[in-house]
């Protein structure tokens, strides 16, 4: 079996049925991801087709959690392109800080968590984790669970930890975990404060306003007429001067509010909120 | 009449290449024909998490400027792309790039097989491909996939690979055009370029 298999028609099918039944909307994710992903899922649960797909997801209805958390990409490291987070240690965070005694935080799509912890190490070396609020949502409910754990494969610390360093944080990132049945544990005291909420970028309403936005490699897999519509509720979720951080390979160059932005940091892709 | 079968029915090249592709890459770019017009959309592997350096290595000796896209940029004519560090780079249908984090692929990310599928599913017969040097089967797939819809398909002859077994999987797989050497693939790319005029 092979690409070949899914078509855009099948695919039209299977996002409108999901619509219907779920209030979920996939028709506006980038083609070429969302196709794999099927794909993919038709693999693993052996169907033979979309239609057998489509037929699961009308008669069970709690197989639809397994297939967001199919559907979606989890795939993270912690302090991912290190150079940005010494970036926010240095300049953005303190910038923040010289007109608030607090900060708020969002992590739009945190997966897995590793992000939501990379934060957390990063204020609580700076002594300013006290002062930060943080949300941290997906779309994902399973895997905001697995976030909630902080239980990582050990194997990927390795990776983790060349990041960490490459971020020169204070310490060494085995301070922040302990070695349990081959999984890394991270400290949960990082995270206390953490509020991890269930949201949908797509069709979730704009519930809070943030010092700062992290939302990364998320948009990426949506076409550019969403990843305007969901730019939009980013830009509200903002306080004025407020900061976003996108991918180190998206940009806001084409999106329809993009003068509502100025860019700090082109590398690094992080903007500032300048109009409402 | 030159030594290969060509005409002026594609839209874009896409080039694989791994382990003993980089002369091989930097020769292509350098004998490439001023106002060369077709896209050149290239997946190399290359370390995961060194961010820059490479497209700047390829640009140095290119005759045009390699980027790496970003995403949901279009594909244009007269360019060379570059998929980046630790993404997937896929072209869509309308031809603008998507870029993902999806899992590794053939231990492989960027994994040439995605980005040779996608641009076999985007340009279908307007497409060539490329695979060269490298010392896994990452691309096989894709090279078939190009064969497939009808595209055509080039391969490094394996004799002249520094590592061969990219290429010999692809051959492998599927029906191969042209089995060239990289002087050879410049000779395609320049008789290729005469059929724009």
């Not at chain 1, 935080?105 to 943080?134: N, P, Q, T, Y």
């Amino acid at each position: 079996m092979h690409m070949q298999d899914v078509e855009i028609s099948d695919l039209r099918r299977l996002t409108k049925v999901i619509l219907d039944e779920y209030d979920y909307d996939f028709t506006n994710y980038a083609m070429s991801s969302f196709r794999r992903r099927i794909q993919r899922i038709l693999e693993l649960y052996k169907f033979g087709n979309v239609n057998m797909l489509i037929k699961r997801l009308k008669e069970d209805r709690e197989f639809f959690d397994e297939f967001i958390s199919e559907v979606t990409v989890n795939v993270t490291e912690m302090f991912r392109d290190p150079s940005f987070w010494r970036e926010l240690r240095d300049h953005i965070i303190p910038n923040i800080l010289l007109n608030h005694n607090t900060i708020s935080i969002w992590h739009a799509g945190c997966s897995s968590g590793e992000e939501v912890f990379s934060m957390a190490i990063l204020l609580r070396e700076m002594k300013m984790l006290d002062k930060a609020k943080i949300i941290a949502t997906d779309i994902d409910t399973s895997i905001l669970d697995r976030a909630r754990r902080g239980a990582y494969p050990i194997k990927n610390m390795d990776l983790n930890e060349k990041n960490y360093i490459r971020f020169q944080g204070s310490g060494k990132l085995s301070d922040y975990y302990k070695e349990e049945n081959g999984k890394a544990m991270l400290d949960p005291s990082l995270v206390e404060n953490v509020s991890w909420r269930q949201h949908d970028l797509v069709k979730g309403i704009v519930f809070n306003k943030f010092d700062l936005i992290l939302c990364r490699n998320v948009m990426i897999y949506f076409n550019q007429n969403l990843q305007n519509e969901v730019l939009k509720k980013l830009h509200e979720s903002l306080f004025k001067y407020g900061y976003l951080v996108i991918g180190s390979k998206e940009s806001l160059i084409w999106c329809e509010i993009a003068n509502k932005f100025i860019v700090v940091n082109n590398e690094e892709k992080i903007y500032k909120k300048i109009k409402d | 009449m030159g030594r290969f079968n060509v005409n002026n029915q594609y839209k874009a090249i896409v080039i694989g290449g791994s382990a003993g592709s980089f002369q091989g890459i930097t020769k292509i770019l350098s004998n490439l024909p001023d106002n060369f017009q077709l896209p050149i959309i290239m997946c190399l592997h290359r370390l995961k998490h060194v961010r820059n350096g490479f497209v700047e290595a390829l640009s140095i000796k290119s005759i045009m400027e390699v980027t790496e896209p970003y995403d949901k940029q279009s594909v244009k004519r007269g360019k060379v792309y570059l998929a980046p560090a630790n993404y997937h780079l896929s072209v869509e249908l309308g031809q603008y790039f998507s870029l993902s984090t999806e899992e590794m692929v053939n231990n492989s990310r960027p994994s040439i097989d995605i980005t040779l599928e996608t641009c076999a599913y985007a340009y279908r017969q307007r497409l060539i491909g490329i695979i060269l040097s490298g010392a896994n089967k990452d691309g096989a797939m894709g090279m078939k996939r190009i064969k497939d819809r009808g595209g055509l398909t080039i391969a490094q002859d394996p004799a002249e690979c520094m590592i061969d077994t990219m290429p010999k999987a692809a051959m492998a797989l599927t029906e191969i055009d042209y089995t060239l050497k990289i002087e050879e693939i410049i000779q395609f790319l320049i008789e290729l370029h005469k059929q724009y005029k």
